[in-house]
C-alpha cells in the first residue's frame, strides 16, 4: 500500500492540529512540519493574559488553537480600543515585525503553538508557499476589517449587534454557513467590551440582545451563552 505523503512522518503534535490544515502549517510538507516542530511550544492561558504587549520586542509567533484572542490599540494617554478578534486557526503576529503594534490578549481561555520568529522568517524565505498561505490569511483579516469598518459606519445599532453575533459563530464553528444550521457559543466579551468594539452604550448592547432574544432569533442561558437555532434570521438582522 502506497504511503500517503501528507501524514508519512509528520509530528504527532501537528497530526490533529486545526492550523496544519486550515492555518499557514498547511503550505508545509511532512519534513518541513518535523523541522518547525522541533522548536514549537504549545501552551494554554487563561482569560485576561497578555499574550503580546504594545510596543514589546516580539520573538515567537503562535497559531491560535482555540479560544478567542482579543487584540487592542492603545493611545498615548493610556486610553485602549478593541480592534480584532482572533480564532483558531488564526496566526498571532506580524512576520518581519520585531516589535509589536497591538496588545493581545486572551479573551477566553485559548491554546496557542509558538514558534521561535526568526525560525518562521527563515522557513518563509524557503518556502514560497507559506508565505503565500500567511499572505492569504492576512489578506483575509484585511477584508474582513473593511467589512467591518461598514458594519461599525454604516449599520443601526440592531444591525452591529447581529452582525457581531454572526461574525463569532461563523469564527467558532466554520460550518454554521451552511443552510438550516445552528450555532451555540459563549460570548468571548463582556457587555462592556462589545460596546466599546461596536461603538455603542452598554444599556444599548443589553437592549438589542434582549429585543433578539424576544424576537426569539437568539437564546442566551447564563447571562453569556448564546444560542442561535437560525443562522438566516439573524444574517438579515445584521443586513448581510
Known amino acids: 500500500m502506497r504511503e500517503d505523503i501528507h501524514t508519512t512522518g509528520v509530528p504527532v503534535l501537528c497530526a490533529s492540529c486545526e492550523a496544519r490544515h486550515r492555518g499557514i502549517c498547511g503550505a508545509l510538507n ?37 479560544g478567542v484572542v482579543k487584540l487592542t490599540k492603545t493611545l498615548s494617554d493610556g486610553r485602549q480600543q478593541i480592534v480584532g478578534l482572533q480564532f483558531a486557526p488564526d496566526f498571532l503576529g506580524r512576520p518581519f515585525q520585531s516589535e509589536s503594534t497591538l496588545t493581545a490578549e486572551a479573551a477566553t481561555d485559548v491554546e496557542l503553538c509558538s514558534f521561535p520568529r526568526q525560525t518562521l522568517e527563515r522557513m518563509m524565505k524557503e518556502q514560497p508557499n ?46 454554521v454557513s451552511l443552510e438550516g444550521r445552528g450555532a451555540a457559543f459563549d460570548l468571548p466579551l463582556s457587555r462592556a467590551e462589545i460596546a466599546d468594539f461596536l461603538g455603542l452604550t452598554v444599556e444599548t448592547v443589553s437592549r438589542q440582545i434582549t429585543r433578539l432574544r424576544g424576537e426569539k432569533i437568539i437564546r442566551v442561558e447564563n447571562n453569556r451563552h448564546v444560542i442561535i437555532d437560525d443562522m438566516s434570521r439573524l444574517a438579515a438582522r445584521a443586513g448581510d
Not at 494554554?44 to 497578555?50: L, N, Q
Not at 498561505?133 to 443601526?156: I, N, P, S, Y
Open 30 to 66: 511532512s519534513e518541513q512540519l518535523a523541522a518547525l516542530a522541533k522548536s514549537t511550544k504549545r501552551h494554554k492561558a487563561e482569560a485576561g493574559k497578555e499574550l503580546v504587549g504594545d510596543s514589546r520586542s516580539v520573538e515567537r509567533f503562535s497559531n491560535v488553537l482555540s
Open 130 to 175: 507559506l508565505e503565500h498561505r500567511l499572505l492569504e490569511q492576512k489578506l483575509r483579516e484585511l477584508d474582513q476589517a473593511r467589512d467591518w469598518m461598514v458594519a461599525l459606519g454604516r449599520k443601526t445599532a440592531a444591525e452591529k449587534i447581529a452582525s457581531f453575533l454572526l461574525m463569532i459563530a461563523r469564527n467558532i464553528d466554520p460550518a
